[in-house]
């Protein structure tokens, strides 16, 4: 199959030169360079990523795609997202074909297909409007076309699913775990004052992102659920912690904002880049 991209022209540029521009605003603004690229032989095992436009959540993305391309750019990620249709199936892999940006086309591991197993189901349809996997390509493509890829989109984001996808993920260790999710979305009656972003948005998210730090994927489901934190991809979060447990030594976070901080407004969500070595 080949999919050709569905938010060229709303999450980012759809023409190819305004799309490197953007992306190097991106790195401009967030980690205040453009990172050399080292080929392959990092620590990284994971990262989390958001997936917002990138006008909003870009320039935190960037700090994440910065540090792989400091430490060293592997031939293989495995993308981890929600799947906000609901289209599918429960989990969902693509195992062949390729995907298209503005920057080009990127091939799907030739080893895709050994994780299709358990609840990791073959489903094309998914993916076919998601996202969340899709917005991390061009980051990825502007640093290196040497590269494949394997999309996972999570419709349940339970402990039970998290956990067995994480234990089919564990032996990947040729390839960087990118976990694609936003933070808290809140919605304000009113016109929200810095407290109010403080008290909604970024305390809660600070309680979620505390257990990622402490490498706790089943911690990271209770708070959420405790808590009533909106994030979106924390499933996608989860599973990566759980593939990379026994290989990861520590997690940093990297950059923390929200889209009050390009746009305030009575909408508010919460982004975050870390990684996880």
């Excluded at 995907?99 to 030739?110: F, Q, R």
């Excluded at 990791?120 to 409007?129: R, T």
């Amino acid at each position: 199959m080949h999919r050709k991209p569905v938010v060229a022209g709303h999450f980012y540029e759809r023409k190819t030169e305004r799309l490197i521009e953007e992306i190097k605003h991106c790195f401009l603004k967030g980690p205040g360079e453009i990172p050399e690229v080292k080929k392959e032989g990092g620590k990284i095992k994971g990262v989390v990523v958001p997936h917002a436009g990138y006008i909003y959540s870009g320039y935190v993305a960037a700090y994440a795609y910065s540090e792989i391309a400091r430490d060293g750019f592997p031939k293989k990620f495995i993308i981890l997202g929600p799947n906000h249709h609901g289209y599918g199936a429960a989990v969902a892999i693509m195992t062949e074909g390729t995907w298209e940006t503005p920057l080009g086309e990127v091939k799907i591991a030739d080893d895709a297909e050994k994780y299709c197993q358990g609840i990791i189901q073959k489903d094309e349809i998914a993916h076919k409007y998601e996202h969340s996997i899709e917005v991390q390509l061009p980051f990825l493509q502007f640093l290196s076309q040497d590269f494949t890829f394997i999309p996972i989109c999570f419709g349940w984001q339970d402990w039970e699913t998290v956990r067995e996808v994480g234990s089919i993920l564990a032996d990947a260790e040729d390839a960087i775990i990118i976990a694609s999710s936003d933070f808290s979305h809140v919605n304000f009656s009113g016109f929200p004052t810095e407290e109010d972003i403080e008290e909604h948005v970024k305390r809660k998210d600070m309680a979620a992102i505390e257990e990622i730090l402490q490498l706790n994927a089943e911690g990271l489901i209770e708070k959420v659920e405790k808590e009533n934190i909106t994030m979106c991809g924390y499933g996608a979060v989860a599973a990566m912690l759980e593939a990379v447990k026994k290989r990861a030594r520590q997690a940093r976070l990297l950059k923390y904002a929200t889209s009050y901080d390009v746009e305030p407004g009575t909408y508010c969500v919460g982004y975050a880049a870390i990684v996880i070595e």
